[in-house]
C-alpha cells in the first residue's frame, strides 16, 4: 500500500490499521483516533493529568513510562546512544537523529517565505522571526526587541557594561566571547575564512558572506513597485514602507512613527538621555553606535576616503561625497520658498530656518534662542567664561576661532590697511574704510 518497511511482522499488522481503518479507538473528549488501546489510554492522561510514573530521585512525576526512563538519565549521566561518524553520545535517540543531520547535511526543514532550509525545526522556528518581524525578548530597559534570548543576554552587557571577556595580548575588553576571538585575529594576522571563488580570505564569516555576493550578484528579493532588488528579504520589507509610507513602530511618550524599529530604539534615546557607546581611547559617550564609529576615527587618524580630483583624504564618506560637490559646483538641495540652492542637506535645513524663524537651540542659563546649534555653543562660552583657544606667540586665550584669528595679526607686523592722510594703520579694511571717510569729509 505504502510500502513501508518493518522489523517486525507484529509492527507491520498494527501499521496496517491506519489502511485499514481496522479497530479505531476513539478519544471521548476530544475525539482524536487511535490504532491501538494502549495509545488512547496514555493520550487519555491529557485530560485527566494523570502522572502515575515518578522518579525515585527528585519526586517529579511523567505520564509515560518511556518519558521517566528519558529523564532518569539526567541522574545516571547515562548516554546510550552513539554517533557512528564522531562518536559523541546522547541521551535520547531523537538527538543523535538530529545530529546525525550535521554529517549527512540533511536540511528537512524548509522557509516557505524564501526557500532557506535548517538542519532543526528550532532553526527554523528562530528563523521564520525575521520574516514576521517578531521579537519576543524584550529588554526592560530601553525595550529593544530581539529574536533570540540570546542575543538579548549579550545586549543587556550594553547597559551594564559588563565586558568579561579580556585579550591576553593587550587587555582590551569585550561583552561577546566571538568578539574577542575576531580581536585576537588582529594580533595573530589569522584569516580563517578563504573565499573559494578568488584569493580573498577573511577575519570574520559575515565579511566572506557579504564578499561573495560580488561574485554571485544575486539579489532574490525584487520590489514590485520599483523593482529595486536586495539580498535579504528583511531588507526588502523595509524598503517597501517608502512606498507604502507605513510606520508600525510608534514612540510610547511622544507618539512619533518610525518605519524601522532601529529608528524608534535610536528615538527613545532622545528621551531617555541614554548614551551606551562608550569610547575606548576618551571615554567619550554616543547614543548610537554610528556615532561612536564616527569618532574613532578621529583617534586613529583614519582617512579611508580620497577625492580623485585633488587627493584629499576624508574620515567618512559622506564627507567626500560633500567635498566633490566643491568640484562640480553641483547643488542638489533647492529652498522651496527661495530657490537658493545648497551643496549639504543640513546646510538647506539651516537655511529654511531664515524663513520660518525657528530657533531650536536653547541656552539652559538665559533661554537666549539660536538656529544653528554652533552658535549656541559660542554663546555658551559667555557663561562659563571658558576660552579654550590659546595663542603660541603670547598665551592669551579666546572663546572663538575668529577672535584668536584676529589677534595673530597683530603678531604678523602685518600693517596691510595704512592711512594715507595720517599715521594710523589698520589690520582690517571694514575699519580702515570707516576711517578714511573722516579724511574725506
Not at 35 to 57: G, I, W
Not at 98 to 105: A, D
Not at 321 to 335: D, M, S, V, Y
Amino acid at each position: 500500500m505504502c510500502n513501508k518497511a518493518f522489523p517486525e511482522e507484529s509492527n507491520l499488522k498494527l501499521h496496517l490499521r491506519i489502511h485499514t481503518q481496522q479497530k479505531r479507538f476513539v478519544c471521548d473528549l476530544c475525539n482524536k483516533v487511535f490504532y491501538e488501546k494502549s495509545n488512547l489510554k496514555m493520550h487519555l492522561r491529557v485530560h485527566t493529568q494523570q502522572k502515575p510514573f515518578a522518579c525515585d530521585k527528585c519526586n517529579k512525576t511523567f505520564a509515560k513510562k518511556t518519558s521517566l526512563e528519558i529523564h532518569l538519565r539526567t541522574h545516571t549521566k547515562e548516554k546510550p546512544f552513539l554517533c557512528n561518524e564522531c562518536n559523541k553520545a546522547f541521551s535520547q535517540k531523537t538527538h543523535l537523529k538530529e545530529h546525525s543531520r550535521i554529517h549527512t547535511k540533511e536540511k528537512p526543514f524548509l522557509c516557505n517565505v524564501c526557500n532557506k532550509a535548517f538542519t532543526f525545526q528550532a532553526g527554523l522556528n528562530v528563523h521564520l522571526r525575521i520574516h514576521t518581524e517578531e521579537r519576543p525578548y524584550e529588554c526592560y530597559i530601553c525595550n529593544k526587541g530581539f529574536i533570540r534570548r540570546f542575543n538579548l543576554k549579550m545586549h543587556l552587557r550594553i547597559h551594564t557594561k559588563e565586558k568579561p571577556f579580556v585579550c591576553g595580548e593587550c587587555n582590551k575588553a569585550f561583552s561577546l566571547k566571538q568578539n574577542l576571538q575576531t580581536h585576537i585575529r588582529t594580533h595573530t594576522g589569522e584569516k580563517p575564512f578563504p573565499c573559494c571563488l578568488c584569493d580573498k580570505a577573511f577575519s570574520r564569516w559575515s565579511t566572506l558572506k557579504r564578499h561573495l555576493l560580488i561574485h554571485t550578484g544575486n539579489k532574490a528579493f525584487a520590489c514590485k513597485f520599483c523593482n529595486k532588488a536586495f539580498y535579504k528579504q528583511p531588507d526588502l520589507n523595509t524598503h517597501l514602507r517608502t512606498h507604502t509610507k507605513e510606520k508600525p513602530f510608534a514612540c510610547s511618550i511622544c507618539n512619533t512613527t518610525f518605519a524601522q524599529r532601529a529608528h524608534l530604539n535610536s528615538h527613545l534615546r532622545t528621551h531617555t538621555k541614554e548614551k551606551p557607546y562608550s569610547c575606548d581611547v576618551c571615554n567619550k559617550t554616543f547614543s548610537f553606535l554610528a556615532g561612536l564609529n564616527m569618532h574613532a576615527k578621529i583617534h586613529t587618524k583614519e582617512k579611508p576616503y580620497e577625492c580623485d580630483i585633488c587627493n584629499k583624504a576624508f574620515s567618512y564618506r559622506e564627507s567626500l561625497n560633500l567635498h566633490f560637490r566643491t568640484h562640480t559646483k553641483e547643488k542638489p538641495f533647492a529652498c522651496d520658498l527661495c530657490n537658493k540652492a545648497f551643496s549639504a542637506k543640513s546646510s538647506l535645513r539651516v537655511h529654511l530656518r531664515t524663513h520660518t524663524k525657528e530657533k531650536p537651540f536653547k541656552c539652559d542659563e538665559c533661554n537666549k534662542a539660536f538656529s544653528v546649534r554652533a552658535n549656541l555653543k559660542k554663546h555658551l562660552l559667555l557663561h562659563t567664561k571658558k576660552k579654550p583657544l590659546a595663542c603660541d606667540f603670547c598665551g592669551n586665550k579666546f572663546s572663538s576661532s575668529n577672535a584668536l584669528k584676529q589677534h595673530l595679526l597683530t603678531h604678523s607686523k602685518r600693517k596691510s590697511f595704512a592711512c594715507n592722510f595720517c599715521d594710523k594703520v589698520f589690520f582690517y579694511s571694514a575699519p580702515f574704510k570707516k576711517h578714511q571717510l573722516t579724511h574725506t569729509t
